[in-house]
C-alpha cells in the first residue's frame, strides 16, 4: 500500500525556519521530520512512498538524492577524486517525489498524484506531524467498514476545525465551539482511490470539499487515537518535539 505524504505548502506558522527550507524538512534530532514520518511507516513494512512537493522541492529532491551522504560517514579523496561511504546507512524505501505545484492547495495535491496510486487503496498524512499511532491497526478498521475513507481521529487543544462523530461515523466539520469535545483530525489516513472523484483541481481544499462530502455521504469514519500525537505548526511544538527526542521519550519513536 502507497503512503502519500503533503509536503508542499509555504508553512507560513512557523516561518523562522520554513522562510529557509519547507516545513517537512526542519528537523528533529538533526533529522527532517518527514523522515521520522516515514520511519513510523516504514516500521510496519510500509515503505512505497509519494511526496507531494511544492514550495522549495528542490531541497526535498537533494535530500533523497544525496541521502547516503545525509546518513553516513564519509571519506573525499581530492586527489583520487574517490568517495567512501562509511557504515552505509540505508532504508528499504521507494520514494516517488512529485512536483504538485507551488500554491496547489491539499486536495489538488493528491489529485496530481492520481497517476500513481492507480486503482488502488492508499494512505495520506501531512509531513509535518508524528505520532505513535499503530498502522496496522488503522488499515485493518478502514478494511472493516468498507467506507472510502478513514482518517485519525485525535484529542488536542481546541485550536483546529472539529468534526461531528457518531459511534465511528464523521458526519460533519465544523468550527471549534467551546461545546465541543477536542478530536481532530490528525491525518494519518486511509482511502479508497474513488475519493480522487470527490476532487475538482488544483484549488481544491482536501479538508473543505472532499472530506466534508464524504462525511455528508457517511462515506468517512474516525479511527480513535489516544496516544500520542503533536503536529509541528510553531517553534514551540517544533521545540517540544526536540525535548523529547534529546531526552529518548520520543512516543513515535517506534522503530530500532
Not at 509536503?7 to 506558522?13: D, K, L, M, P, V
Not at 494512505?123 to 505513535?132: E, R
Not at 488544483?202 to 474516525?222: I, N
Not at 503533536?230 to 522503530?255: F, G, H, V, Y
Amino acid at each position: 500500500m502507497k503512503t502519500v505524504i503533503l509536503a508542499g505548502g509555504f508553512g507560513t506558522r512557523i516561518s523562522e525556519e520554513s522562510h529557509l527550507k519547507p516545513k517537512p524538512m526542519i528537523e528533529i534530532g538533526e533529522k527532517p521530520i518527514l523522515w521520522h514520518i516515514m520511519k513510523i511507516y516504514s516500521s510496519y513494512g510500509h515503505n512505497d512512498f509519494i511526496i507531494c512537493l511544492g514550495y522549495k522541492q528542490y531541497m526535498i529532491k537533494e535530500f533523497f538524492a544525496q541521502y547516503y551522504l545525509h546518513t553516513s560517514d564519509v571519506t573525499f579523496d581530492l586527489k583520487n577524486n574517490e568517495l567512501t561511504v562509511h557504515n552505509n546507512t540505508s532504508e528499504p524505501w521507494r520514494v516517488t517525489l512529485v512536483d504538485t505545484g507551488l500554491n496547489t492547495m491539499t486536495g489538488g495535491r493528491v489529485k496530481r498524484i492520481k497517476d500513481f496510486i492507480g486503482n488502488e487503496t492508499f494512505m495520506l498524512t501531512y509531513g509535518d506531524g508524528v505520532s505513535d499511532v499503530n498502522i496496522d491497526k488503522l488499515v485493518s478498521f478502514h478494511k472493516s467498514h468498507g467506507k472510502k475513507a478513514t482518517l485519525t481521529a485525535v484529542s488536542i487543544d481546541q485550536r483546529f476545525g472539529v468534526l461531528g462523530i457518531e459511534g465511528s461515523c464523521i458526519n460533519e466539520f465544523r468550527e471549534k465551539s467551546e461545546a465541543d469535545i477536542s478530536r481532530v483530525n490528525g491525518g494519518f489516513m486511509v482511502l479508497e482511490p474513488s475519493v480522487f472523484d470527490y476532487i475538482k483541481g488544483d484549488d481544491t481544499v482536501f479538508e473543505k470539499g472532499p472530506l466534508e462530502a464524504l462525511a455528508k455521504e457517511g462515506e468517512l469514519r474516525a479511527y480513535f487515537h489516544n496516544g500520542f500525537w503533536k503536529p509541528m505548526d510553531t517553534q514551540r511544538e517544533k521545540q517540544q518535539l526536540e525535548e523529547l527526542w534529546a531526552n529518548s521519550k520520543a512516543p513515535w519513536k517506534i522503530w530500532e
